[in-house]
Protein backbone atom coordinates (compact mmCIF):
# COMPACT_ATOMS: atom_id res chain seq x y z
CA UNK A 1 0.00 0.00 0.00
CA UNK A 2 1.45 3.52 -1.17
CA UNK A 3 1.49 6.57 0.60
CA UNK A 4 0.74 9.35 -1.05
CA UNK A 5 1.25 13.19 1.12
CA UNK A 6 -2.78 14.08 1.34
CA UNK A 7 -3.36 17.55 -0.26
CA UNK A 8 -3.19 20.48 2.22
CA UNK A 9 -7.05 21.05 2.99
CA UNK A 10 -8.05 24.58 2.65
CA UNK A 11 -9.55 26.11 5.79
CA UNK A 12 -13.10 25.42 6.70
CA UNK A 13 -15.72 28.57 5.33
CA UNK A 14 -16.12 29.56 9.51
CA UNK A 15 -11.97 29.70 9.88
CA UNK A 16 -10.88 32.98 11.43
CA UNK A 17 -8.30 32.33 8.15
CA UNK A 18 -10.87 33.06 5.98
CA UNK A 19 -12.93 35.50 8.53
CA UNK A 20 -13.80 39.21 6.67
CA UNK A 21 -10.99 42.21 8.31
CA UNK A 22 -12.08 43.16 11.68
CA UNK A 23 -15.04 40.07 12.57
CA UNK A 24 -14.78 38.80 15.50
CA UNK A 25 -12.97 34.74 15.36
CA UNK A 26 -14.40 32.25 15.23
CA UNK A 27 -14.64 30.06 18.78
CA UNK A 28 -12.32 27.26 19.58
CA UNK A 29 -13.77 24.73 22.11
CA UNK A 30 -12.56 24.85 25.15
CA UNK A 31 -11.14 21.38 27.01
CA UNK A 32 -12.81 21.83 29.70
CA UNK A 33 -14.68 24.17 32.44
CA UNK A 34 -11.23 25.29 33.92
CA UNK A 35 -10.00 26.51 30.48
CA UNK A 36 -13.69 28.06 30.28
CA UNK A 37 -13.27 30.22 33.60
CA UNK A 38 -9.78 31.28 32.37
CA UNK A 39 -11.01 32.32 29.13
CA UNK A 40 -13.67 34.36 30.43
CA UNK A 41 -11.32 35.44 33.11
CA UNK A 42 -8.61 36.19 30.50
CA UNK A 43 -11.44 38.61 29.14
CA UNK A 44 -12.90 40.37 31.47
CA UNK A 45 -9.00 41.57 32.94
CA UNK A 46 -8.60 42.40 29.28
CA UNK A 47 -11.88 44.47 29.01
CA UNK A 48 -11.22 46.20 32.54
CA UNK A 49 -7.62 47.37 31.46
CA UNK A 50 -8.27 48.61 28.00
CA UNK A 51 -11.33 50.83 29.89
CA UNK A 52 -8.94 52.02 32.60
CA UNK A 53 -5.97 52.67 30.39
CA UNK A 54 -8.22 54.40 27.79
CA UNK A 55 -9.36 57.23 30.65
CA UNK A 56 -7.56 60.35 31.23
CA UNK A 57 -5.46 60.09 34.53
CA UNK A 58 -8.20 62.82 36.18
CA UNK A 59 -10.80 60.67 35.01
CA UNK A 60 -8.76 57.54 36.94
CA UNK A 61 -8.99 59.48 40.27
CA UNK A 62 -12.73 60.96 40.11
CA UNK A 63 -15.80 59.23 40.95
CA UNK A 64 -18.40 59.50 38.18
CA UNK A 65 -20.78 57.60 40.71
CA UNK A 66 -22.91 58.12 44.02
CA UNK A 67 -21.06 54.97 44.95
CA UNK A 68 -17.81 57.24 45.52
CA UNK A 69 -15.66 54.44 43.65
CA UNK A 70 -13.21 55.59 41.53
CA UNK A 71 -11.65 53.65 38.14
CA UNK A 72 -8.55 52.88 40.31
CA UNK A 73 -10.19 51.82 43.15
CA UNK A 74 -12.08 49.70 41.07
CA UNK A 75 -9.03 48.16 39.73
CA UNK A 76 -7.25 47.47 42.87
CA UNK A 77 -10.56 46.33 44.39
CA UNK A 78 -10.61 43.44 41.13
CA UNK A 79 -6.52 42.81 42.11
CA UNK A 80 -7.34 42.05 45.89
CA UNK A 81 -10.49 40.13 44.97
CA UNK A 82 -8.54 37.61 42.53
CA UNK A 83 -6.00 37.41 45.05
CA UNK A 84 -8.04 36.53 47.93
CA UNK A 85 -10.36 33.93 45.86
CA UNK A 86 -7.17 32.41 44.17
CA UNK A 87 -5.77 31.85 48.04
CA UNK A 88 -9.02 31.21 48.77
CA UNK A 89 -8.84 28.04 46.45
CA UNK A 90 -5.86 26.90 46.96
CA UNK A 91 -6.69 26.57 50.83
CA UNK A 92 -9.83 24.54 49.78
CA UNK A 93 -7.85 22.35 47.96
CA UNK A 94 -5.27 21.23 50.29
CA UNK A 95 -7.63 21.06 53.05
CA UNK A 96 -9.96 18.45 50.47
CA UNK A 97 -6.49 16.73 49.25
CA UNK A 98 -5.74 16.19 53.22
CA UNK A 99 -9.03 14.52 54.02
CA UNK A 100 -8.60 12.70 50.86
CA UNK A 101 -5.07 11.34 52.25
CA UNK A 102 -7.17 10.15 55.40
CA UNK A 103 -9.44 8.45 53.97
CA UNK A 104 -6.76 6.62 51.41
CA UNK A 105 -4.95 5.37 54.92
CA UNK A 106 -7.54 4.18 56.56
CA UNK A 107 -8.59 2.30 53.39
CA UNK A 108 -5.39 1.37 52.61
CA UNK A 109 -4.89 2.95 49.18
CA UNK A 110 -1.96 5.61 47.98
CA UNK A 111 -1.31 8.12 51.05
CA UNK A 112 1.24 11.69 50.63
CA UNK A 113 2.64 13.52 47.58
Known amino acids: MS???RA????PPDSAENAPVGAAPTTVP???????????LDH???????KVSS???DELRRSG????WTPLELLKHLRHVEFRASF???????RHLGHLDIVTELAGGATGE
Open 55 to 57: LPD
Open 3 to 5: HRP
Open 30 to 40: AAGPTEVFLRY
Open 88 to 94: HLLQECA
Open 8 to 11: QQPP
Open 44 to 50: FREVVLS
Open 65 to 68: LPSG
